[in-house]
């Protein structure tokens, strides 16, 4: 009776081994969805070590060199075209705008980039067209026809146009794929630590140089740098993506498509919209409101952009494990309050090594918002856009450096420089208080591995 029941109970062989063939199906269905389609919740596939060190290499090499170029952009590029190429302040508040405006060409690209989930071919092509760029600058005139190339050729090389736009968003999503669970901001202050570091030493071997060859015969140089750029940035091995938790404290939405109803987003690009409103017409004007102004030799421009980039070295990589450990928020204020309080002192000051102590803060609020406002935007968005989150903090960037000099434009002629640092702080007065009392700080029982809300 036992061995009847027994036989009565268990399944006819054949239909057990179907059984056990469907479940293994299962199985390794399963198994290829995870290994296609990674699980938020347990983190993606982390790469080899050793394959994450050389794209490392790669990734940091490229954006130095790219990076070195903004070196002769800050103190040289509005002199060469005003000195050499014939421009007026107020055209070169116009070819700042246009160069801004191109920049927002990376919106599209950092959401191509997240589908294809590769960042590598348009940090190439970004990196080639600077090198060009350069290499072809000197040699464009500004008569008839050509100043339309002329112009062409300033947008593509400025510091905010669409190519080092590009390098820097999609430096900045590949930084935060490479990056460890909860390790977002320190490698973001990692990669930007580079930054700074790159326009210090081409400004200091910058000003020998234009002091014996003018300051058009930089270019070369420049396109060398631009050029090697190019072959460290295809050193770069892109394959599996490695597992970037958000920082210390933050939340990522899911992919509900609820984003552009995120008052505390839209807020916040608001607020760095704001940011670079006010930020971007001194580096334009400083320079000029240095020697014409206040009578400096054209040797000097160089280091009022060193002070502040070397402040910038100093900050960014603690601005990112303070980031990590206790969220972004207290270092957003803190760095639009740099920035306002900047613009207050040079409309105040009166000789020029004020005009150089003063440029600590700007160095200080670049390094905060380099850091802190990305890590903010991917812990908001999660680490599966980071393409997205590093464009719409480029977008932002690019969109009030187009504004900002669009107003600075409007009204240098009746106020002249030190008036119109005066208006950009009552900006970045506004500013501060968007961050201060409408962005939200990230929750601080987000979990730091893996991501979670």
């Given amino acids: 009776m036992v061995l009847l029941a027994a036989s009565a109970v268990r399944p006819p062989a054949a239909v057990r081994r179907g059984a056990d063939n469907e479940s293994g199906m299962r199985g390794v269905r399963d198994m290829e969805l995870e290994r296609l389609e990674p699980s938020d919740a347990a983190g993606p596939a982390v790469p080899d070590p050793a394959r994450s060190r050389w794209n490392r290499f790669g990734l940091h090499g490229a954006y130095f060199l790219g990076m070195s170029g903004i070196g002769f952009c800050l103190p040289y590029l509005p002199l060469y075209l005003k000195d050499v190429k014939g421009f007026s302040d107020r055209g070169i508040a116009v070819v700042w705008v246009l160069s801004a405006v191109a920049g927002l060409v990376q919106f599209p690209i950092g959401l191509w980039s997240d589908r294809a989930g590769a960042r590598k071919p348009f940090l190439v092509g970004s990196l080639a067209l600077l090198a060009g760029a350069a290499l072809l600058l000197p040699s464009a005139t500004g008569g008839g026809a050509e100043w339309a190339w002329l112009v062409l050729l300033v947008v593509l090389f400025a510091e905010n146009g669409p190519c080092r736009a590009t390098v820097e968003s999609m430096a900045g999503a590949e930084a935060t794929r490479l990056a460890p669970p909860g390790g977002v901001g320190a490698a973001l202050g990692a990669l930007r630590f580079w930054r700074p570091v790159a326009i210090v030493l081409t400004a200091l071997a910058g000003g020998a140089l234009a002091e014996e060859r003018g300051v058009g015969g930089l270019l070369g140089p420049v396109a060398a740098l631009q050029g090697l750029a190019v072959v460290a940035a295809l050193l770069i091995r892109e394959g599996g993506r490695a597992g970037a938790g958000p920082v210390a404290g933050g939340t990522a939405p899911g992919g509900d498509g609820s984003l552009l109803k995120d008052p505390g987003l839209w807020a916040f690009v608001g607020a760095m919209v704001l940011f670079h409103v006010a930020n971007a017409p001194?580096?334009?004007?400083?320079?000029?409101?240095?020697?014409?102004?206040?009578?400096?030799?054209?040797?000097?421009?160089?280091?009022?952009?060193?002070?502040?980039?070397?402040?910038?070295?100093?900050?960014?990589?603690?601005?990112?494990?303070?980031?990590?450990?206790?969220?972004?928020?207290?270092?957003?204020?803190?760095?639009?309050?740099?920035?306002?309080?900047?613009?207050?002192?040079?409309?105040?000051?009166?000789?020029?090594?004020?005009?150089?102590?003063?440029?600590?803060?700007?160095?200080?609020?670049?390094?905060?918002?380099?850091?802190?406002?990305?890590?903010?935007?991917?812990?908001?968005?999660?680490?599966?856009?980071?393409?997205?989150?590093?464009?719409?903090?480029?977008?932002?960037?690019?969109?009030?450096?187009?504004?900002?000099?669009?107003?600075?434009?409007?009204?240098?002629?009746?106020?002249?420089?030190?008036?119109?640092?005066?208006?950009?702080?009552?900006?970045?007065?506004?500013?501060?208080?968007?961050?201060?009392?409408?962005?939200?700080?990230?929750?601080?029982?987000?979990?730091?591995?893996?991501?979670?809300?």
Wanted: charged letters at 10%; one cysteine or more.
């Fill in 282 to 453: 001194p580096g334009a004007f400083l320079g000029l409101f240095l020697k014409h102004d206040l009578g400096a030799p054209a040797r000097h421009l160089p280091y009022l952009f060193v002070v502040s980039m070397v402040a910038w070295a100093a900050c960014v990589r603690p601005v990112g494990r303070l980031a990590d450990r206790f969220g972004p928020k207290p270092l957003l204020v803190a760095g639009w309050a740099a920035m306002t309080a900047r613009l207050v002192a040079l409309a105040l000051a009166r000789e020029g090594w004020q005009v150089l102590a003063v440029q600590v803060l700007d160095g200080l609020a670049q390094g905060l918002f380099a850091v802190a406002a990305a890590a903010w935007v991917t812990a908001r968005l999660g680490a599966t856009r980071a393409g997205r989150a590093q464009v719409l903090v480029g977008c932002s960037l690019v969109f009030g450096s187009a504004v900002g000099p669009a107003v600075a434009a409007l009204v240098v002629a009746d106020l002249g420089y030190r008036g119109t640092f005066g208006v950009l702080a009552g900006g970045g007065a506004a500013a501060t208080l968007v961050v201060a009392f409408l962005v939200p700080a990230p929750r601080r029982g987000a979990v730091q591995k893996g991501g979670g809300k």
